[in-house]
Structure formats: C-alpha cells, structure tokens
C-alpha cells in the first residue's frame, strides 16, 4: 500500500514538463472528435483523465465494486431506476468484467485455483456450446453476430461472469456473512416495496407500466386484482423469487448459530414468504414446497423428513382438494397451479404442441437471437419466432434446439449434484451445511420456477442463483477459518448473555 502511495505522489516529478504535452494532446484530440464526431466523442474523451482516475482507485477498493455489483443487480429492473438508454444488462455485466479484470491485474492476491471444479466445467461446455451456436443459420438469414452475442450474454456468458466473480471476491467467512445479510436487507427492501405498492400506491412509472405493456398480465379477475412486481420486472419474476429466497433464508436461520442472525434470517425468510402472495404467482408455492423437499433430503434427518411430509402433505391438501380461503384473491390464484383445467395452463401446454412440430426440423433451434423482430413474415420458422414460450427452459428450447435443452439440463444437473455432494461428504460444520443446503435449495426452487416462467435468466435471479451455488463450491476451502469465525462470535454472544445475567442477578438483589 504505501510503495502505491508512493508511486502516485511521484507522478508529478517523473513527468515534468510531459504534463502538459500530454495535456495539448488530448485537448487537441477532443477538439478533433468534437469536429468529426460530435459532442458524445468529444464528452467521452474529456472524461477519460476521470475514468483512468477511477479506474486506479478501483484497484485499492475492489470489494466496494462487489458490494455495488451485489446491490445494483437488485435494482436495475425497478422501474423507477432512471433510464439512461443503456441496456440494463450492461451495468451488471460492465461490474462483472472490471472485477475480472481487476482480480487478474491483482492475480497474486486471486485464488484462480479456486475456479477449477465440476460447476467452471458445467458452465464452460454450455458457454462454448452458446458459442457455437453463432453457426447456426437454422433460419437461412446468414450470420447474425450482433444479435447471437445480444442473446449468447444473457444466456451463457452472465452464467460464467457471475460464477467467476463470486469465486473470486468471496474469499472469508466475514465475507460470505456480509453478503448473505446484505442479500436479507435487499430482499427485505423487495418485500417492503411490494407492501407500499399494495397499501399506499404505485409511482407513476409503476402505474405506467400496469397501464401499458403490463395490463394483460397484472390486472386480472375483470380487472378486480392486481398482481404487484416490487423493484422486479413483473410479478412472475418477483414471486418466484421470493419463493426461492425465502426457502433460503428460512434454512439459513433454522441452522445458524449466532442468535441474532438466527432471527434476522428467520424474519427475512418469513416476509419473503407473505410477499409471495401480493404477486399472484400461483407457481412461487409449488416452488416453495419444492425447496422444502429438496431441504428434507439433504438434511438427512428422519424426524424432519416425518414433519415435514406432513406439513407439505396438509399444504397440497389445502391448495388442492379444498375451497377455504378462495375469498381471498391471492389463495385463489395459487390454488389454480394445482388444476389440471387450467385456461392459462391448457394455452401453454398447446403452445409446446405447435412448437414441437417446427423443431422437429431445427435440432439446433432457431438461433440464439433470432426472434419475430428479424425472423421474415414468408420464413418457415416464423411462426415458431412469435408464439410466447412462457418458460426459461422452452425459451432455451426454442433458440437452441432439443441439444441444447439437453445439454443445459445436463450442466445443470451436474452442478446441483456437486453441491449436493459437498452438502453430503464434504462439510462438517452443521452451520455450513446450512448455509449450502440454503442455497442449494433456493437453486432447486427457482429452476423450477423456470420451467414454469421464463425467470431463470431475470434479473437478479442469474447472478444471485448461480452465484450462491458458486459459493457452496468453496464453502469446503473456507471451513477452517469458518469454525474459528463462528467460535469468535459464539463467545461474544455468551459475554453479552453472561453480562445481560449478572445485570439481572444484581437489579433482583
């Protein structure tokens, strides 16, 4: 740190009187873009002393990029989040790229060996999968490399940013707490949010949006019931969401230790759980149960696996083979996830019938890109281009083919038999065993939530999803340094509790 400091004071001198030759040079090349290109060249060639500024100051306070990363994919789908007419992917994948950047500039400091493991192996064969589907000209409209990269970032190569970047800057116990409550306070947010949109209003974005592209699917019942979407970008992607964190949370407080964060995981599971029903989504349910099943095996308890049964069995009941609480417009609309008579759900299923018919001749999809937006009216697979898909996994179907459904599934379900794995074999500690199966369990869950709504790849679903099975894939090279973390804070808790007893002992004498 201090040979930094001493390098930066040392500019000056170094450079003499190069100061102000570099200067004339840029003043003189922004006046050339000013000329040629307009005021945005010229601006971005002015900015460009600030941004190297930046950029050196990044390199001292990478974790601030992490956090800003972490907080900011919550965010970039609010639809009060100013519009700057950058794709909002962008923010999320320029964050991502710096840390990488950042991590190889510092590579001594980086644990890069961290990266090797089944999860960086899954996710590469899918990305150099994506990558040749660049070749695909099912459609016969010639080499689209704009729109395939367009498509291949949020497929693919967003899966592997985020798996890099958590691999890399979740590096201690401290680190891996801060994130996961920093997680509970966003998601807290998210609930709040959707709170006050219930009982105090909408902002006027908000009511823009129900109003416009949103009304079909958030204004149902005649008009009478609204489905609320939080800081999401619709009520599908926020209900199934909050299912999968709730799941979460719900097992992170269930095994933790540390009382205070016991009760602070427990309220945060328990309000992203209420905020399922604002959202309408009559899937997040069948996603809830589905992450408490997956938590009943992978905890390995008799009992548990005995309770829990009934639970889920009393809960499917309820939903299934009863009316009580259909008054209630939230009840009634999930309980329709569980009848097979569904209008909304017979228009998918023939949606997948018609689909069936053209990808039969298109194994390798229409093409990563290509939508009704560039598909021709007289092309054979324009139809295919323009019927909703509904669904993560039809959506990856329809582009991509029965081979790379196949291959997604399978990279999929070798990275949850890996964590499964380290659940199992690999971690002692009960505690971070609990932090793993959480997030195991929130993966479970919101990819199931994909195959029902095309969530998979939302914001913030792919970095938090994807990223937290990233971190179970390290929790076995941090468990060491984990017991001694939890032990600190162990004591420290029965200090308090210990002085909390003396103060009581003495006010009673």
């Known amino acids: 740190m201090q040979s930094n400091r001493l390098a930066f004071s040392s500019i000056p001198e170094n450079l003499g009187g190069g100061r102000v030759v570099l ?125 395939w990269y367009t498509g291949a970032r949020l497929m693919a190569f967003q899966l592997m940013y985020g798996f890099v970047v958590f691999t890399l800057y979740i590096t201690s116990p401290k680190d891996l707490m801060r994130y996961l409550v920093i997680w509970a306070c966003l998601a807290l947010f998210a609930t709040f949010w959707v709170w006050k949109q219930k009982n105090i209003g909408l902002t006027d974005a908000e009511n823009t949006f129900i109003q416009g592209r949103g009304r079909s699917t958030h204004i149902i019942n005649a008009g009478t019931t609204i489905r609320y979407f939080s800081i999401f970008s619709d009520a599908a992607n926020f209900g199934l969401n909050m299912a999968a964190t709730s799941i979460a949370f719900f097992i992170f407080g269930l095994t933790s230790k540390i009382r205070r964060l016991k009760y602070f995981f427990l309220i945060a599971g328990a309000a992203c759980f209420l905020a399922m029903g604002p959202s309408g989504t009559r899937s997040a349910m069948i996603c809830f149960l589905a992450g408490i099943a997956a938590y009943v095996f992978l905890s390995k308890s008799f009992k548990l696996g005995i309770s829990a049964a009934i639970i889920l069995g009393l809960m499917y009941f309820f939903l299934a083979f009863t009316t009580i609480g259909s008054g209630n417009a939230e009840i009634h ?171 009581l002992l003495a006010s009673r004498v």
């Not at 060639?45 to 990363?69: G, N």
């Not at 950058?86 to 400091?109: C, F, M, R, T």
């Not at 961290?114 to 040749?132: D, E, G, I, K, Y």
């Open 23 to 147: 200067l004339l040079l840029l003043f003189a090349l922004a006046l050339y873009m000013f000329a040629t290109s307009g005021f945005p060249a010229f601006a971005i060639v002015c900015l460009s002393p600030v941004i190297v500024l930046i950029v050196a100051a990044t390199l001292q306070y990478r974790m601030f990029i992490f956090w800003l990363l972490t907080f900011l994919n919550f965010f970039v789908q609010w639809k009060n989040f100013p519009e700057t007419g950058v794709p909002i992917s962008l923010y999320n994948e320029g964050l991502e790229l710096l840390l990488i950047a950042l991590a190889i500039i510092k590579v001594e400091e980086g644990r890069f060996e961290r990266l090797f493991n089944p999860m960086f192996v899954a996710l590469s064969v899918w990305t150099a999968f994506c990558c040749l589907e660049v070749l695909n000209d099912t459609c016969g409209l010639g080499l689209q490399f704009g729109l």
């Open 333 to 503: 609309r999930m309980r329709t996830a569980f009848r097979k008579n569904d209008a909304s759900m017979g228009a998918r299923e023939n949606n997948k019938e018609a689909m069936k018919k053209y990808l039969r001749e298109a194994p390798w999809g229409i093409g990563i890109g290509n939508d009704y937006t560039n598909v021709p009216t007289n092309n054979r697979f324009r139809r295919l281009s323009t019927i909703p898909p509904d669904s993560e996994y039809v959506y990856i179907w329809v582009h991509t083919g029965v081979i790379g459904l196949v291959t997604f599934c399978i990279i999929n379900a070798v990275i949850l038999l890996g964590a499964c794995w380290i659940v199992f074999f690999r971690l002692k500690s009960r505690s971070l065993q609990g932090i793993a199966s959480g997030l195991t369990c929130a993966f479970i869950s919101i990819h199931l939530g994909g195959y029902v709504n095309q969530v998979l790849m939302q914001f913030p679903n792919c970095l938090l999803f994807y990223g937290g099975m990233a971190i179970v894939y390290l929790l076995p090279g941090i468990e060491t340094e984990w017991n001694e973390y939890e032990a600190q804070l162990l004591e420290k808790q029965n200090r308090k509790k210990k002085i909390k007893e003396e103060k």
